[in-house]
């Protein structure tokens, strides 16, 4: 008698947990940047639930297409750009200290590899982190990064990614106006202001549903005078790179 036959799907979830826990966790923890030795024991045991068939499956691709390379930290890095980590620190107080999974980094990982593979994008022209920490990711219509086309954030919980594109809407029908009089969060109204200086022709905010059945926030953005901002919702075929890709 045989187990039942695994499916391609289970099989790239497996593929994840046991190259996080046997591969990029003890790494992690015994790189000597660490602000202390770390036990790969005291790892809080994950809820796995997050990792969709989608998700696994864009975020290996991104990893065993070298879209993103593994560090000798056990971070992950696309080319010359800010390293994505996907373990965090638990609390000092605790000894040995604890040591969890950063969710979100995972669907940064996973976007940046459905934007070289699926749609096409130059891996000199993507990276991690906006100058300003607001965008976790971003493309470019050059290769000196001079222009961005696609700025892009995770969301782990699909009503947060809906909740951060409403924010935008709002703060950018309202134009220009400081954080201590903004209605909305200060970390969304950080947001719009990174996306003034930046200025890119698309936002892509993913939450899961990116992954699992293409149900993607994808904007176009549209410029006026005095900050004001307004988000055109477009197919996620807007993202899809062309030689003559423009931020503008």
């Not at 046991?18 to 992690?28: F, G, H, I, S």
């Not at 001079?146 to 990614?161: F, N, P």
């Amino acid at each position: 008698m045989t187990g039942p036959v695994e499916s391609l799907e289970e099989s790239e979830q497996r593929e994840i947990r046991d190259r996080v826990l046997r591969q990029y966790l003890p790494v992690w923890c015994a790189s000597p940047s660490r602000p202390a030795p770390l036990d790969p024991s005291a790892f809080d045991s994950p809820d796995w639930s997050f990792l969709t068939p989608g998700l696994a499956h864009w975020f290996l691709i991104a990893i065993d297409e070298r879209v993103v390379d593994v560090t000798s930290d056990g971070d992950f890095v696309r080319g010359s750009s800010f390293s994505e980590g996907i373990f965090e620190h638990g609390p000092k107080a605790v000894s040995p200290r604890s040591t969890k999974l950063r969710r979100e980094s995972f669907f940064e990982i996973a976007a940046v590899g459905m934007l070289a593979v699926r749609y096409g994008w130059p891996l000199e022209r993507l990276r991690f982190q906006s100058p300003r920490w607001a965008f976790d990711f971003l493309a470019y219509s050059d290769d000196a990064h001079r222009e961005v086309v696609i700025a892009g954030e995770a969301k782990r919980l699909q009503h947060e990614a809906v909740a951060l594109s409403a924010s935008l809407e709002i703060c950018g029908e309202r134009g220009d106006h400081p954080e201590h009089h903004c209605t909305e969060r200060p970390n969304h109204h950080k947001k719009y202001a990174e996306l003034l200086e930046l200025r890119p022709r698309i936002i892509w905010i993913v939450g899961p549903e990116a992954f699992a059945a293409d149900l993607n926030l994808v904007f176009r953005v549209e410029e006026g005078s005095g900050g004001i901002v307004r988000l055109h919702r477009v197919d996620a075929r807007e993202l899809t790179f062309s030689s003559d890709s423009q931020a503008r």
